[in-house]
């Protein structure tokens, strides 16, 4: 029902920032709790952030709390992925995912964007 694009991926050192975004398109944007997620090779998907419909409630693992900031503009149907501090360890495909409350996982993804950190 909703198509996400995301951008923004790309090579940075430890240390750096990059702002990843996310376009949504085919759906109601506003009423999406999005989200973000990640994975490295050989490695199962993580949970990045996620954002209620309506910016109010924000959620991270301990792994990036502090460092990656989610957010959006119902305006322009993007939810963003910023990113600051970045570690070795967050090189990863990033991707974006939306869901509606009623759904227990999130059922829409985009087809992801390439982090890569460098030392």
């Known amino acids: 029902q909703v198509q996400l694009v995301e951008s923004g991926g790309g090579l940075v050192q430890a240390g750096g920032s990059l702002r990843l975004s996310c376009a949504a398109s085919g759906g109601t944007f506003s009423t999406y709790i999005m989200g973000w997620f990640r994975q490295a090779p050989g490695k199962e998907r993580e949970f990045v952030a996620s954002?209620?419909?309506?910016?109010?409630?924000?959620y991270y693992p301990d792994s990036v709390k502090g460092r990656f900031t989610i957010s959006r503009d119902n305006g322009k149907n993007t939810v963003y992925l910023q990113m600051n501090s970045l570690k070795l360890e967050d090189t990863a495909v990033y991707s974006c995912?939306?869901?509606?409350?009623?759904?227990?996982?999130?059922?829409?993804w985009g087809q992801g964007t390439q982090v890569t950190v460098s030392s």
């Open positions: 995912a939306a869901r509606q409350w009623f759904h227990s996982e999130f059922n829409y």
């Open positions: 954002i209620w419909p309506s910016g109010s409630t924000t």
